[in-house]
C-alpha cells in the first residue's frame, strides 16, 4: 500500500528532464540529483543481468491491458511509468518493492537493538510504515526508499558498534545520497563520552576518509551536468512558511478525497510533536541527545535547500524519530520500553 501510493502519486518522474528516471539511469539528470548515483546504478545492473527480450514482453503485455478492465491503470500508466515505459522501470518498481520490505525488517531489527520488547518490533515497523506517505509531500524519488533502508540499517549497527558492517553501510549511503555523511552526528551523539578520545577521533576520521572522496567523486564525475551542487531555496521557504498556506494545508497522500493535514499543519505538528517528544525526560539520554544533535544540522539546511514542508528531506532524523515514539507508545499504554540509556 505504501509503495502504491508512492507510486500513484510521483511514480519515476518520467517527464522531467531534471530528476526523471530516464535522466538518472542515463546518468543526465540535472545536478545535485545525479549525486545520487547508488539506485539507478543497481537498477541498470539488476536490469544488465535479466534477459531483454522478456523484459520486453513484460511490458508489451502490460500496455496491452485494456484500461476499462483495469480502472488502476489509469494512474498506473499516466504518473508512475510515463507515456513509454521502459523495460528498467519494471525492474526498479521490483527493487523498490524489495526496498520497502527490507525497510520493515531493518526497522523491526532496529526496534529490537534498541532493547524494545518483541511487541514493539512486531507491530511498531508496520505503524510507522503507513505514516510514511505523508512525509513525501512535494516530491518522491527513485533513491528516497533506499535512503531510508540505509539510514535505519546504519543507526541499528551504530547502536550494536558492528563496525565492519557499519562502514560500508555509511559507503552505500553516502552513495545513495550525499547527506548521508551525516551519519557521523549519530556516531558522535551516541558514543561520544562512551569511548576513549583516541578512538572516538579514528572513527571520525573514517568517516571522513569514506565520505569525503565519495562525494568529492561524484562531484567530480558530474561536474558537467546542468544544475548546481545545491539548490538554495531560502527566501521561498521564508515566504512560505510566513504564509498562513503550510499551517493550514491538507492534501490526500493515501487517495483522492481523503484528506489528511500537511507536514506542517498544526494538527500534525501537534500529533507528530506529541508522539515524539512527550515524556521526554524519562527517554533514554543517548537517544535524546542522538535525534536534537541530528535535528540541529538537518533543520538548517532544510530551511536553505529544502522544498517548502517537504519533511521527507530530514529522513536521516526518522529512525531515532521512530526510536523515541516508541518509547512514548510504551508509556502511553504501560507496555515495557527499555532502551539504551
Known amino acids: 500500500m505504501v509503495l502504491n501510493t508512492f507510486m500513484n502519486r510521483w511514480g519515476f518522474r518520467a517527464r522531467s528532464p531534471r530528476y ?9 539528470a540535472h545536478r545535485p540529483f545525479v549525486f545520487r548515483a547508488l539506485t539507478p546504478a543497481i ?7 535479466l534477459p531483454a527480450a522478456r523484459l520486453e514482453e513484460i511490458v508489451e503485455w502490460d500496455l496491452a491491458r485494456p484500461v476499462e478492465d483495469h480502472p488502476s491503470l489509469s494512474a498506473h500508466r499516466r ?21 520497502v520490505f527490507l ?4 526497522m523491526r531489527r532496529l526496534t529490537r537493538v534498541a532493547s ?18 505523508m512525509s513525501f509531500s512535494r516530491g518522491g524519488y527513485l533513491y528516497d526508499f533506499p535512503e531510508l533502508l540505509l539510514a535505519t ?17 555509511f559507503a552505500l549511503a553516502c552513495l545513495n545520497k550525499e547527506s548521508a555523511v551525516l551519519l557521523v552526528v549519530y556516531f558522535l551523539a551516541l558514543h561520544r563520552g562512551q569511548m576513549a578520545r583516541g578512538r572516538l577521533g579514528m572513527h571520525v576520521s573514517l568517516h571522513t576518509l569514506i565520505g569525503v572522496p565519495i562525494l568529492s567523486w561524484v562531484r567530480l564525475t558530474f561536474a558537467s551536468n546542468p544544475g548546481a551542487n545545491a539548490e538554495f531555496q531560502l527566501w521561498d521557504n521564508v515566504r512560505f512558511l510566513l504564509s498562513p498556506e503550510p499551517w493550514i494545508r491538507f492534501w490526500d497522500p493515501y487517495g483522492p478525497l481523503l484528506p489528511f493535514p500537511g507536514p506542517f499543519n498544526v494538527v500534525s505538528i501537534v500529533l507528530f510533536g506529541a508522539a515524539t517528544f512527550l515524556f521526554w525526560r524519562e527517554k533514554p539520554y543517548r ?6 544533535a541530528m535535528m540541529a544540522v538537518l533543520v538548517p539546511l532544510f530551511v536553505l535547500f529544502g522544498t517548502l514542508d ?10 531515532m524519530a521512530y526510536l523515541l515514539t516508541c518509547h512514548t507508545a510504551g508509556r502511553l499504554y504501560g507496555m515495557p520500553s527499555a532502551a539504551p540509556s
Open 20 to 28: 526523471g528516471f530516464k535522466a538518472l539511469i542515463t546518468q543526465g
Open 43 to 49: 537498477v541498470n545492473g539488476v536490469t544488465s543481468l
Open 79 to 99: 504518473f508512475a511509468w510515463g507515456p513509454n515505459p521502459l523495460p528498467s522501470q519494471y525492474v526498479a518498481y521490483e527493487i523498490l518493492w524489495a526496498v
Open 103 to 106: 525497510l520493515l525488517v531493518a
Open 116 to 133: 524494545f520488547p518483541d511487541s514493539f518490533a512486531d507491530w511498531a515497523p508496520i505503524a510507522a510504515l503507513l505514516v510514511l506517505p
Open 153 to 169: 540499517v546504519a543507526v541499528a549497527l551504530l547502536l550494536e558498534r558492528r563496525w565492519l558492517l557499519y562502514y560500508p553501510c
Open 287 to 292: 537517544l535524546r541527545v542522538a535525534f536534537v
Open 310 to 319: 517537504e519533511v521527507r528531506n530530514l529522513s536521516l532524523a526518522f529512525p
